[in-house]
Structure formats: structure tokens, C-alpha cells
């Protein structure tokens, strides 16, 4: 059980942990759009959302990866987290000037995402069988 929270838990913690981690890349790809105060451009918020696409993958893989049995089960979890986070965000942020679609884009592909991670896991698991 602790085995199980933990992956989930610490899957999450990482998949924040990247997408914070990919602010410097998006400040240089697109100088000045990533200032406080400063809503960003609509092409800059896609590429946010894209890289949040992939770190969301990557990080439903790894709990899939290390889940301890009943992987689809740790990724639900996983999802149901990020979901209840996510909205958790959205609702403060949601009147601040920021368009609509950036918080339902993230909000949406995360369940996309989760599926796609533990799809490539289970694909992995039958390659090595």
C-alpha cells in the first residue's frame, strides 16, 4: 500500500517538478512572454501546453512503470490527482486574464495523456514478454 501511494504521489510531485523545470526553456524560446504580470501570447501557451503534453505522458508512464501490480489502477490514481489539482488551479487563476482554453487544454489532455502513458507501458510489458 505505502509502495502504491508512494508511485503515485511521487509520479505527480515529478510531473510538477518538469513542468516547472520547463519555464527557462519557455522563457528563452520566447523572450519577455513569460514575465509576472504579463499574460503570454497564444503561440507561446501552446508550446506550454505541448511540453506539458509530454511530461504528462512521461510521467504516467513512470507510474505505470513502477506501479506494483494493478497498473491501471495506479494510473486512475494518478489521473483522479492531477484532475482534482488541476481544477484545484483553475479556479482561482480562471478570472485573471488568461484565455479560457490554456487551463480546459491542460485540464483535458492530462486524461489523454494518462491513457497514452499507460498504453506505452502495457506496450512495453508485451514487447518484453
Known amino acids: 500500500m505505502v509502495k502504491s501511494v508512494a508511485v503515485v504521489v ?15 526553456l519557455l522563457s528563452r524560446i520566447f523572450p ?3 514575465v509576472r504580470g ?3 501570447s497564444d ?3 501552446m508550446a506550454s501546453t505541448a511540453l506539458f503534453v509530454i511530461v504528462s505522458i512521461f510521467c504516467a508512464w513512470l507510474c505505470a512503470r513502477f506501479a506494483p501490480g ?3 489502477r495506479h494510473v486512475l ?18 478570472s485573471k486574464g488568461w484565455p479560457h482554453w490554456y487551463w480546459l487544454s491542460w485540464l483535458l489532455t492530462w486524461s489523454v495523456s494518462c491513457w497514452i ?7 512495453r510489458d508485451v514487447v518484453a514478454a
Do not use: C, H, K
Open 77 to 94: 490514481w494518478f489521473f483522479i490527482l492531477g484532475e482534482v489539482m488541476g481544477i484545484a488551479v483553475t479556479i482561482p487563476n480562471w
Open 43 to 45: 503561440t507561446s501557451l
Open 10 to 24: 511521487g509520479s505527480y510531485l515529478l510531473s510538477i517538478v518538469l513542468v516547472f523545470a520547463t519555464d527557462p
Open 32 to 34: 519577455g512572454d513569460f
Open 70 to 72: 494493478r497498473v491501471a
Open 117 to 123: 502513458g499507460l498504453m506505452l507501458a502495457r506496450r
Open 38 to 40: 504579463r499574460v503570454p
